[in-house]
């Protein structure tokens, strides 16, 4: 298990590579699903990076005025962890601005919202990244609730109807789209994915400096 500062550490050098290596890395690795639906878009930001910290919920009519247990998994989030929210509540809003400042005052680094999400233009004031698959001004309160947390959950998939993300995972989004990272494979596609993005670098310059395209991918390896 990574301590504080390597969990910091790896989370930045993963906010320095693209998701299009991540992917191309998991497919090398034999790990091709790990994609999520192209659905999922930025609401705030244009980068998330982080570890998992899983929220599961789904549709049921309730009384009250809010959701205790969604208030006692906000909570638990910790220090360089992205929320990731899965349920069956088409069509309403999971997550918000007053959970995000929350979450961010926890050390929360972002949300990823298989589900809808509001408040984006808040969301984007306090600068913190939220990836959502629609946006909706619906709230949850009384029609969708929270089930459980930190356990594992079904995501949408881009190459499978589902990803299953474990807590602990690793969750890489940016403008190309989203990926999860098993936990176990983290340390390994960091260390390649930068590879990878050191070898385009190379390429650029060699293009730049007049080298054929065929040449520099011949000199420097296809990417």
């Known amino acids: 298990m990574e301590d504080a500062t390597e ?6 050098r993963f906010l320095l590579v ?11 690795l034999g790990l091709p699903d790990q994609g999520l639906s192209p659905e999922f878009q930025a609401a705030s930001g244009t980068r998330l990076a982080g570890w998992v910290y899983t929220i599961a919920g789904q549709m049921m009519a309730y009384a009250g005025s809010g959701d205790t247990r969604k208030m006692e998994a906000c909570n638990g989030i910790g220090p360089h962890e992205v929320s990731v929210w899965s349920g069956d509540g088409e069509g309403v809003c999971y997550f918000g601005e007053l959970i995000a400042l ?86 390994e596609v960091l260390d390649r994915s930068e590879a990878m993005t050191r070898s385009e670098v190379s390429v650029r310059e060699a293009l730049r400096a007049g080298m054929s395209l065929s040449d520099a991918l011949d000199q420097f390896g296809h990417v």
């Open 102 to 187: 929350g979450m961010a005052q926890r050390g929360s680094t972002g949300a990823l919202v298989d589900g809808g999400v509001r408040d984006t233009r808040a969301l984007r004031d306090h600068e913190f990244p939220v990836f959502a698959r629609y946006r909706s001004s619906v709230q949850s309160i009384g029609r969708w609730r929270v089930t459980a947390w930190q356990v594992a959950v079904a995501v949408a998939g881009a190459t499978s109807r589902r990803v299953i993300v474990y807590p602990g995972d690793f969750v890489v989004a940016d403008e190309d789209g989203a990926i999860v990272v098993p936990h176990d494979r983290v340390a």
């Open 7 to 12: 969990r910091e550490e790896i989370r930045d």
């Open 18 to 28: 693209d998701t299009a290596n991540v992917a191309d890395v998991l497919d090398d």
